[in-house]
């Protein structure tokens, strides 16, 4: 026993291990489950310890009986290219936390649906989940007992304190708790659960495979010496035969069962969908999986038959066969192997199937209920993430409770097939909605109530009264007596196996209530909406917001923040505001009305921690308004055509408002130019000061050397003179502003404003002068903002002069100028304009950095220059804490550049 014990905990510890591993490679940025044979792997959950032990039993019961459960999941993996990855986008698209919140949120988010999955799901998986553990409990008995142990011990009842399932019960709930539920977000991918559950698969399947070719080949002398043996043995002989015709109806009735289950069981929609990271992956475990499935059952008639020719029926239970053959033989490294490939597919279901459920029991049916309980006061808890993770942390502990409830029941043998028939209501509603707009929430509501309805009467109350908890009365009577009542023999239907029997009548009523009364009611707007989105995920799905055009509604930025950090934590739900705001060239914090792609991106974060009809209901206290009406959704996503003129309008409109946008744009740099050109007359009239003083000069001093200057000429001389001294003084007026300038009476705004903004908003204003000349503009600007203290208009004058004098002196059509920021050496920033002009000639750079403002003068063979723009640039950079410069070289252009400082605290500088 000690052995045992020390290697199934050693066992487990080393799950943990690799979920940690798991996990810590996830927050490194190196996904493990990020793989296609990972994911293959990991949806082998499917194969339990039903699999490694109970096909066998069948087996040896029925021949090949045991196939249909894995023929439908291989016929289903041949579709999953179209059915599966649609269930895959469509998770991704909404963030789908589990298959309540699928169903729910494709019929219109109805918290009432995914509560009705999620009490089916509950009904009847958790007896599935005591089946797991009875079989680690029985397994273990076989163990630690043989060769002494019988059929009937491992019926017999024993203290929880003395059932290893109790403490299997508990380390997996500690792990489920540790790897399942560490993350608020059920969206998110566990990524140590995965890798845990992907190497059991591989435990599991290398133990049988050892234990069928240990069996086959050693402890008996092949195939052929196997199979001659059992065709001989009386008990055998029969195997070999399919059976009656009924047994050809079972047969088709279980495949489609199991190929329905494949997508619709909550823990394989939680590895095959909630987990999936690349839907590329689905095509590759299209095949892997069948291959799994192939080469885990190939010894299972072999270990049928081995066992019934070793122990007969009746002293070893059929399910022990393939852990009695190896103990009867003495070969206790192969019983142990064996006894961790039944634990490995019992834990793995265990753990993966309980999160999966947890998260349903807390996001769709807690949830909700608990959002509409005034006195828990939820509305003014400012953080519920820990509420959100106990819940699902106490739900992961109901299995145990409910083995120690049925320890007896005769019934539990079967729970496999009564547990796939439940979940098996789930497939109209969920493979119906993914590809037919008509059905409506009622029909589902409807289909699933009925379905349900008829497998609780027609399998599992017949169970508890097998099990002695009800009376046998109704079962071999009919209820009230009535015949046609009887749960096997439903309306006289007779002579099929019982999970045939109730197959045919739950998914008949499901089917026959959802697509009735689908076709009889009408859906309400946001029902239109998700069919839509859903049948049409991978046409709309490029669309990242898709759904938000169908939201018409106010809300406050601060309110949706508010509510986001209640359930997903501060941290999380601020990154994702500034995220949201980045993408779309917005600055946060002046971000007060909500638009409707904002709301409808808190939706879907909130989808991830609380469910998708819970969301729903949150966001719609916070957001006030509705969608769209139907008739325009009907406009907008009723046929493709519509949809495709729709948006060649919105196009059109679009084109349209962009041309208005660059007449907007054309208008603001004529505008701009006007103000350009103001500095540029400052600048000349400047320079042309001495004209006026030489010709006022020259003529004063003919008028007086020449005192008998014709009167006529006099009146021409006298006239000139007062004009040029009008002329002087303008010119005196315009210098005195510069002096304004110069001397810091001009008055100055600073804020704290985007470099990157200034910098692209002067080369937009600039963008028509490049134009004309046919000079490319390019920029070299980072895409995060640069914030600093500065004088946006002053700043904004002196990028536009350095641009204007740059595209002045640059070659037509072959000509390109770059402005470029960058950091500075001193922890600045560095602003540059370089230009492929002829550069400044080399006798003029003494005179230009000992006096900036001559560079005009400098350059005196470009009658352009004025070199008044370039002394105002100075006196606006040095204003700013900052420094100009040029950097020149002959003929091979000229980079102007200027530094402005960055404070340490910008926060510090705001105004």
């Not at 019929?107 to 509950?122: E, F, N, Q, R």
């Not at 110069?742 to 100055?748: D, F, I, L, P």
């Not at 005196?860 to 004025?866: A, F, I, L, N, R």
Request: net charge neutral; aromatic share 10%.
């Amino acid at each position: 026993m000690g052995l045992v014990i020390g290697v199934s905990l050693g066992y487990l510890l080393i799950l943990f291990g690799i979920a940690y591993w798991g996990d810590r490679r996830a927050d490194q940025g190196r996904s493990v489950i990020n793989n296609p044979y990972v994911y293959a792997l990991s949806i082998a959950v499917y194969c339990t310890s039903w699999t490694f032990y109970g096909s066998v039993g069948l087996a040896a019961q029925g021949g090949i009986h045991y196939l249909p459960i894995y023929l439908g999941p291989t016929l289903m993996a041949a579709v999953w290219w179209i059915v599966l990855r649609k269930m895959v986008r469509i998770s991704k698209v909404n963030r789908i936390t589990s298959i309540a919140d699928f169903v729910a949120s494709r019929y219109g988010k109805s918290p009432l649906l995914g509560g009705l999955v999620t009490v089916i799901a509950l009904v009847g998986l958790i007896p599935y989940i005591a089946l797991q553990l009875k079989a680690v409990s029985d397994t273990f008995t076989v163990m630690v007992m043989y060769p002494e142990v019988t059929a009937q011990d491992l019926m017999h009842s024993v203290p929880f304190y003395m059932d290893t399932a109790f403490y299997v019960a508990l380390i997996l709930a500690l792990f489920a708790i540790l790897f399942g539920t560490r993350h608020i977000d059920t969206a998110e991918h566990h990524q140590g659960m995965v890798a845990a559950i992907a190497f059991e698969s591989i435990v599991k399947l290398v133990a049988f495979l050892a234990a069928g070719l240990m069996i086959t080949f050693v402890i008996f002398g092949g195939p052929a010496d196997l199979f001659d043996q059992a065709a001989r043995h009386p008990d055998l002989a029969e195997l070999f035969r399919v059976g009656e015709l009924a047994d050809y109806g079972n047969w088709v009735a279980l495949i489609l069962l199991s190929m329905v289950v494949i997508l619709v069981l909550p823990r394989q929609f939680q590895v095959a969908v909630v987990e999936n990271v690349d839907e590329r992956h689905v095509s590759k475990a299209a095949w892997l999986f069948p291959l799994y499935l192939f080469l885990i059952n190939l010894f299972v008639l072999p270990i049928a038959f081995a066992g019934v020719l070793m122990f007969g029926h009746g002293e070893i239970h059929p399910d022990s066969f393939v852990l009695a053959l190896p103990l009867s033989q003495d070969l206790q490294w192969l019983a142990l192997m064996v006894f961790l490939g039944g634990l490995s597919a019992a834990t793995a279901m265990i753990i993966v199937e309980t999160v999966a459920l947890a998260t349903m029991l807390c996001n769709d049916l807690v949830m909700p209920v608990l959002l509409r309980i005034r006195w828990l006061r939820l509305q003014q808890r400012k953080d519920l993430t820990r509420l959100l993770l106990h819940l699902r942390r106490w739900g992961i502990l109901l299995g145990y409770g409910y083995v120690r409830i049925t320890g007896d029941m005769v019934a539990l043998v079967g729970m496999g097939l009564v547990s796939f028939c439940a979940v098996a209501q789930f497939a109209p509603a969920l493979i119906g909605g993914i590809f037919w707009k008509g059905a409506t929430q009622k029909g589902a509501l409807a289909g699933l109530a009925a379905g349900f309805a008829v497998w609780l009467y027609t399998l599992l109350l017949p169970a508890f009264a097998q099990s002695g908890w009800l009376s046998m009365g109704f079962v071999e009577q009919g209820l009230m007596g009535i015949a046609l009542f009887k749960p096997y023999a439903l309306f006289g239907l007779e002579g099929l196996d019982p999970i045939t029997h109730s197959l045919i009548w739950s998914m008949l009523v499901n089917v026959g209530a959802y697509v009735t009364v689908s076709l009889l009611t009408r859906q309400s707007t946001m029902e239109r909406i998700q069919a839509n989105l859903f049948v049409d995920v991978f046409r709309l799905s490029a669309d990242r917001y898709g759904s938000s055009r169908f939201w018409r509604g106010t809300a406050t930025v601060r309110d949706l923040l508010d509510l986001l950090k209640r359930f997903v934590g501060e941290e999380r739900a601020v990154r994702a505001f500034h995220q949201y705001a980045r993408a779309r060239g917005l600055d946060f914090r002046r971000m007060r009305e909500a638009d409707g792609e904002l709301i409808l991106m808190c939706e879907r974060l909130l989808a991830g921690s609380i469910g998708t009809a819970s969301a729903r209901v949150m966001v719609s206290n916070v957001a006030k308004g509705d969608v769209v009406s139907l008739e325009e959704v009907m406009e907008i996503l009723d046929e493709a055509s519509q949809v495709i003129t729709y948006s060649q309008q919105l196009e059109a409109k679009s084109r349209e408002l962009e041309a208005a946008t660059a007449e907007l744009r054309a208008a603001n740099a004529q505008l701009q130019q006007l103000d350009r050109m103001k500095d540029d007359f400052i600048s000349t009239v400047t320079h042309e000061l001495r004209t006026p003083l030489t010709s006022i000069r020259s003529f004063t001093e003919i008028l007086h050397d020449h005192p008998d200057l014709e009167t006529a000429k006099r009146q021409e001389f006298l006239g000139i003179i007062i004009s040029e001294s009008e002329r002087l003084t303008r010119l005196i007026n315009q210098v005195l502003d510069l002096a304004k300038l110069e001397s810091g009476a001009m008055r100055w705004y600073i804020r704290r404003l985007d470099l990157v903004e200034i910098l692209t908003e002067a080369a937009t204003t600039t963008g028509q002068l490049f134009r004309d000349k046919g000079v490319d503009l390019a920029l070299e600007l980072p895409e995060q903002p640069v914030w600093l203290p500065t004088d946006r208009d002053r700043l904004m004058q002196v990028v536009i002069n350095l641009l204007s004098n740059a595209v002045k002196f640059t070659p037509p059509q072959t000509g390109r100028v770059v402005l470029r920021l960058r950091p500075a050496r001193d922890g600045g920033v560095r602003v540059e304009v370089e230009d492929n002009g002829p550069g400044i000639p080399a006798e003029a750079l003494p005179t230009l950095f000992e006096k900036f403002r001559q560079v005009g003068d400098a350059l005196t063979d470009k009658p352009e220059g004025t070199g008044l723009g370039l002394a105002i640039c100075k006196n606006i950079v040095q204003r700013l804490g900052g420094r100009i410069w040029v950097e020149t070289e002959p003929d091979q252009g000229s980079r102007f550049i200027f530094t402005l400082p960055v404070p340490r605290s910008p926060e510090a500088n705001d105004d």
